[in-house]
């Protein structure tokens, strides 16, 4: 077995960010600019952690490609981190989102389009009735906002590593002394998130047990595979094992989706017959405009009809004046009707193995203790040589500065992979050209470090 030559990675690294910085003088110049408008220089904090020390300015996108202001073309691997995963501006979301924008966007009305949206989700998923947000993270809030209504309890349990979107009770992560504390980074909890939250590991049966038992957790907030610390597949009878235990303790159970949509058209819930209280999706549901569903059974929605008074309805702490816009939902049917298709899904998810394959092929010729998987259209690499079991596992194998360096090494040569962590997204517009031009870029940047 191959270890890496740490030594080699600070010059390795020197000399990667002196060719980003050469070559994209106009997105340089951009990053300049913006620092006297910009927090940072950027529009959004994260984009600050793209290695290479400044970001890309994007000019256009077309299906899996994009080209920076500095007319360099690149495959897009990111996609937005799933919200373009449909590929950037498809064809049938855009002509539906073309007429709303020309026929009025949000009227606080629906349109027939929610109709044949909840219609649609109801058959992909199981679940009956559908509420719409803006994104991902406010169907979680939503969902657990229910949860604690109709459940009548306070506490939400959560998976160590998981990442819900912006949600405050889910910045938690277990501590050595096996308790739960504020993730680190955490900006501002409103309050100690052990308060709230209650984390196990994923994959830890009796340590859900435990937790359960109490009484005291509303609902349990899962990826059905944790997909944002690298990916955490479930172990047999995991997800079993939470299905009924949480059924014993009355604790609801909310599966988030909203990056495990790259299992199949319906999601890890449809390809693995699960059975929540809640699901949420949210991303590409419409094809790159703001939009993303909420789902729960008949029961679910008997209980919460129960308690909520019609005159109270808009202060109640769910909703958002462009929440299921016409707009978003008008996307959202196009998208689910003609491009997040099962044909889509067998040309994406036959590219990840694609990419899988080439990339574990690379690993092992060059020896080093990595390991590539795949869920559906998502691949990814991590610096370990055996699967982790678990988020805290996931999250010992990470190291920031051999990601950085992988990721500006395959951005100078016109590839983009997801920040913060090694992940390949397909879309429908994704070609084998693509997939072969990672793998030959992977090569070669682990050949420098061997
Ligand atoms: C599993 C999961 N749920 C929810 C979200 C939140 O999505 P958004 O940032 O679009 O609200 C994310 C974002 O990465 C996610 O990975």
Redesign the pocket.
């Known amino acids: 077995m191959q270890t890496i030559d740490r030594s080699k990675l600070p010059q390795l690294m020197r000399r990667e960010q002196e060719r980003f910085s050469s070559t994209h003088p106009k997105s340089r110049a951009l990053f300049e600019r913006a620092q006297s408008s910009l927090l940072g220089g950027v529009p959004m904090n994260w984009m600050k952690k793209w290695p290479g020390g400044f970001p890309l300015f994007v000019d256009r996108a077309f299906g899996a490609h994009f080209k920076d202001v500095d007319g360099h073309e690149y495959v897009d691997f990111c996609l937005g ?3 373009a995963m449909t590929g950037h501006s498809p064809n049938p979301a855009i002509e539906a989102a073309t007429y709303r924008l020309q026929n009025g966007v949000t009227f606080m009305l629906p349109t027939e389009d929610a109709i044949w949206v909840g219609e649609e989700l109801a058959r992909r998923f199981g679940l009956p009735f559908w509420q719409f947000a803006l ?6 809030r939503f969902s657990i906002r229910i949860a604690r209504e109709i459940t009548q309890r306070n506490k939400i349990l959560v998976f160590n590593w ?6 405050d009770e889910s910045f938690i992560t277990l501590q050595p002394s096996g308790k739960g504390a504020a993730r680190r980074g955490n900006i501002g909890p409103p309050i100690d998130p052990a308060i709230t939250t209650e984390v196990v590991e994923f994959n830890d049966v009796a340590g859900l047990e435990h937790a359960l038992a109490a009484g005291e957790i509303a609902c349990v907030l899962a ?1 059905p595979a944790l ?2 610390v690298g990916i955490v597949h479930p172990e047999p009878g995991f997800h079993t094992a939470l299905r009924e235990l949480t059924r014993k303790h009355g604790t609801l159970l909310i599966i ?1 989706e ?3 949509i790259c299992a199949g058209p319906g999601g890890y819930t449809k390809a693995e017959n699960l059975d929540p209280d809640f699901l ?1 999706m ?2 590409p549901i419409a094809g790159g405009i703001p939009g ?1 569903a909420y789902g729960f059974t008949q029961e679910v929605a008997d209980r919460i009809s129960a308690r909520i008074q019609t005159a109270d309805c808009d202060t109640g702490g769910i909703g958002g004046t462009l929440a299921a816009n016409a707009l978003s939902l008008a996307a959202m049917k196009a998208t689910l009707q003609h491009v997040l298709t099962q044909q889509a899904y067998d040309h994406m998810i036959a590219l990840a193995e694609e990419f899988t394959t080439g990339a574990a092929k690379a690993i092992a010729d060059a020896g080093v203790p990595w390991h590539v998987t795949r869920l559906g259209c998502r691949a990814e690499y991590l610096f370990c040589k055996e699967r982790p079991r678990n988020g805290g596992e996931a999250a010992a194998a990470a190291d920031f500065e051999l990601e950085r360096y992988m990721h500006l090494h395959a951005l100078n040569r016109g590839v983009l992979l997801t920040p913060f962590h090694n992940m390949a997204l397909m879309s429908p517009a994704t070609t084998k050209a693509d997939v072969d031009c990672h793998t030959r870029i992977f090569r070669e940047a682990i050949a420098e470090l061997v």
């Open positions: 981190d799933t919200g994104t991902a993270t406010d169907a979680n998981c990442y819900h979107g912006t949600v990826e997909t944002n988030d909203t990056h495990t949420v949210g991303k993303a």
